[in-house]
């Protein structure tokens, strides 16, 4: 069934995105010369745009997202039911508990968005695409199918041309993440040297290489990952061939203007002031309470931090507590919103007092959890922000890099690029450097940038103790697939456990 809804999905969106061809379809025309008339007026910016907002529709909707599943099921973010809702029939507490259950609607929200993804990409390399399209749709297909082999360990693939009404294959662990090596390995030397991070790049390229070398042992093994040198040498290889990207300014690569203002950014979704609509409006108004939220509306205060995530920051860590240009005038910081919050004009407003401990998952204040600001609003343009949304940057490579050369042996090296970081956010440097400080500066780093689960699964740790969530079972290292796509495609296998 899902095939055929993809079926009907794509054959309407051929059509309307080429060009000259209403005079034709009166015509008579061979099956030959309908095809040909098709591959001569297809429009791949229009195929294009659309597998690139795929990314918006479920990288970071405040349901339903990779963001989301990454976040909420790790050790930084909590969503309590509160007065003012969020219950949401315990979706956000499976989460967060590690309790997933197959009919979870947000997980399989994720997969679906995912294959459809896949599926939107692949559409195009059938139409004869130039040497660059094809790799920057085969770039996107690799990203998209990289989030799915790390989520769900499965990853529905068709060539091409395949017969949509037969049941896709499926590509699993290590398999899976050497074809999506092997993709990015090939299209690199055909993508553009440098351009806007929100579109496909060489840098790009080496980014997600990176990423999916260093946590390829973990899809061979995610309850006991091992490390093969030869794959932490790649990492290295690939940070060290990033051009033109620099560390810079914490601030500035989650602020309005952060395509143009920051060095760091890598590969983003892109967010065009008045313009383009994405979800990060969604964001603000889920963690702002009422009081400071936008003006159009919003504060449904329902995510917050754990205690152990505010924890990690020291107090001259502008990570942590930063007055920006944007939110000081109209009386807060981003950061961390902690304890009692003001106005504009510096008096304290009632009640909002906000508390570092969530003590219930279900019945918990208003104020309970602190609240981070990554994003820093767009006041100009609240329901079409000009923020990009951060998938991969400098800084995070660097840390991968670090990484890399701790596990060979390096400490010194690594030590120096960790250090550079923390010199750049106003922190004291470490003096010795191990697997679980820099864990730590990871979570400082990235902290609510969608990466943390995969984070604790390569260092052994997702499956432990933290606020609200007790020791898990290893099954919850995998989300579940939809109990439907099972029965309808004899190559995918429930994962085990559910």
């Known amino acids: 069934m899902k095939n055929l809804k993809y079926l009907i999905y794509i054959i309407p969106f051929i059509f309307w995105n080429c060009t000259d061809l209403e005079e034709e379809i009166n015509s008579e025309l061979t099956s030959e010369e309908a095809r040909e008339n098709l591959l001569e007026n297809v429009d791949f910016s229009s195929l294009l745009e659309r597998v690139y907002r795929d990314f918006d529709s479920r990288f970071i909707q405040h349901e339903g997202s990779v963001w989301l599943l990454n976040e909420v099921s790790a050790d930084h973010a909590v969503v309590p039911s509160r007065p003012s809702g969020w219950d949401n029939g315990g979706l956000f507490r499976q989460l967060h508990t590690h309790n997933f259950q197959p009919q979870n609607r947000y997980i399989n929200s994720v997969w679906d968005g995912m294959n459809q993804a896949v599926f939107d990409a692949t559409n195009i390399l059938q139409f004869n695409p130039d040497e660059e399209t094809e790799a920057e749709a085969r770039f996107l297909r690799a990203y998209f199918m990289a989030t799915t082999l790390d989520l769900f360990n ?30 990015l390995e090939e299209v690199l030397p055909f993508l553009p040297d440098n351009q806007s991070a929100y579109l496909a790049s060489k840098n790009a390229a080496r980014g997600l290489l990176a990423r999916v070398y260093l946590n390829r042992g973990v899809y061979e093994n995610r309850e006991n990952p091992q490390f093969e040198n030869a794959d932490l040498q790649k990492v290295i290889e690939y940070v060290d061939a990033i051009e033109g990207k620099e560390i810079d300014f914490y601030w500035d690569s989650f602020g ?13 979704i892109e967010g065009e002031g008045g313009v383009r609509s994405h979800s990060l409006w969604v964001w603000w108004h889920a963690i702002f309470p009422t009081e400071i939220s ?10 917050s931090s754990t205690p152990e995530l505010y924890d990690l920051f020291e107090e001259s860590d502008i990570r942590r507590y930063y007055e920006h240009p944007i939110t000081e005038p109209r009386g807060y ?3 961390f919103l902690a304890g009692q919050q003001y106005d504009a004009d510096g008096e304290p407003l009632p009640e909002v007092n906000f508390t570092k401990e969530v003590p219930t998952l279900t019945g918990a204040s208003l104020w309970n959890g602190y609240r981070p600001v990554k994003y820093v609003p767009d006041y100009e343009n609240p329901g079409a922000a000009d923020n990009d949304i951060v998938l991969l940057r400098y800084a995070d490579l660097l840390l991968m890099k670090a990484e890399a050369l701790l596990r060979l042996g390096n400490e010194a090296q690594a030590l120096s690029i960790v250090n550079e970081i923390r010199e750049n956010r106003n922190v004291d440097p470490l003096t010795e450097l191990n697997l ?25 740790k997702f499956l432990g103790e933290w606020t609200l969530k007790e020791t898990s079972s290893p099954q919850y290292l995998i989300y579940p697939i939809p109990p439907e796509d099972v029965l309808a495609n004899d190559n995918l296998e429930q994962n085990p456990g559910y």
Do not use: C, M
């Open 333 to 335: 910081n981003v950061g």
């Open 256 to 268: 309005p203007d952060n395509n143009s203002a920051s060095s760091e950014l890598i590969f983003s």
């Open 436 to 460: 679980d400080n820099l864990l730590e500066e990871r979570g400082r780093e990235l902290f609510w940038e969608g990466h943390r689960r995969q984070d604790l699964i390569r260092y052994g």
């Open 154 to 183: 499965q990853v529905p693939f068709r060539e091409p041309g395949d017969n949509l009404l037969e049941p896709s294959r499926v590509i699993k662990g290590t398999e899976a993440a050497d074809f999506i090596i092997q993709e």
């Open 294 to 303: 936008l003006p159009n509306g919003g504060g449904w205060n329902g995510y």
